[in-house]
C-alpha cells in the first residue's frame, strides 16, 4: 500500500510541475493530508483484521453474493432428494431462506431467470404441517407461502419451492417431482 502512496505523489508532483498549476506548499500539503487519511484507514484495517484474524472470501464462479451467503440458481430439474445432495457436492445446501429481505432479493432475481420451478431447503416429511429447514434442522420462522399454500395436495405435498404460477411465492409440492433448485453456501472467512 506505501507503495502506492509513493507513486500517487510521484504522480502528482509530475502533474503539477508539468502544469505549474500549484504552489510547491500548496501541493506538499495536499498530498500530505492524503497520504495521513490513506495511513490511518490502512492502519484501522489491519488492526480490524489483526483483531478479527478474518478475511472475506468471494463467492465461485457462476454464484451471486448477497449479504452473507452466496447462491447458485440450479436449472437442471432433479427431485428434492437429488437437488439437495447436488448442492452438497457444489459444497452448499438448498436455500435456507431466513428474512424477508434474502427472499426479497431471491424473487428479484428469479424474475430475471425464465420462469421455472425452483426447490427451496424447506420440508414438512417429518411432521406433516411441521415445515424445517433441511440444513440445519431448524422450524422456519420466516414463510412466503402463496394464499392457500401449503395445502399438501393428494397428500404427498412435502417439499417447498419458488413457484412462476404462485408469483413467485412459496408452495409445497410432491418432493419426487423434478424442477431446478437454489443453492446457498455461506461465505467463509478465512
Not at 74 to 80: D, H, I, Q, T, Y
Not at 171 to 179: A, G, L, Q, T
Amino acid at each position: 500500500m506505501k507503495g502506492y502512496l509513493g507513486v500517487l505523489f510521484t504522480l502528482y508532483l509530475v502533474y503539477c510541475v508539468a502544469t505549474q498549476q500549484c504552489s510547491k506548499y500548496h501541493y506538499e500539503e495536499q498530498i500530505l493530508s492524503k497520504v495521513t487519511r490513506m495511513e490511518h484507514r490502512l492502519e484501522m484495517l489491519e488492526e480490524k483484521v489483526s483483531k478479527e484474524g478474518k478475511v472475506c472470501s468471494h463467492c465461485p464462479d457462476g454464484w451471486i453474493k448477497y449479504k452473507g451467503s452466496c447462491y447458485l440458481f440450479v436449472e437442471k430439474k432433479l427431485s428434492f432428494d437429488a437437488a439437495r445432495a447436488n448442492c452438497q457436492i457444489l459444497h452448499g445446501h438448498l436455500v435456507h431462506i431466513e428474512n424477508e429481505d434474502e427472499n426479497f432479493f431471491l424473487r428479484n432475481h428469479l424474475r430475471t431467470l425464465k420462469d421455472s420451478d425452483l426447490w427451496i431447503g424447506l420440508t414438512d416429511s417429518e411432521t406433516e404441517g411441521v415445515f424445517k429447514w433441511i440444513d440445519d434442522s431448524s422450524r422456519a420462522s420466516f414463510t412466503d407461502w402463496s394464499p392457500g399454500q401449503p395445502d399438501n395436495g393428494a397428500n404427498i405435498e412435502d417439499c417447498a419451492d419458488f413457484s412462476p404460477k404462485f408469483n413467485l411465492k412459496w408452495n409445497d409440492r410432491n418432493c419426487e417431482h423434478s424442477i431446478g433448485s437454489i443453492c446457498e453456501n455461506k461465505i467463509k472467512l478465512t
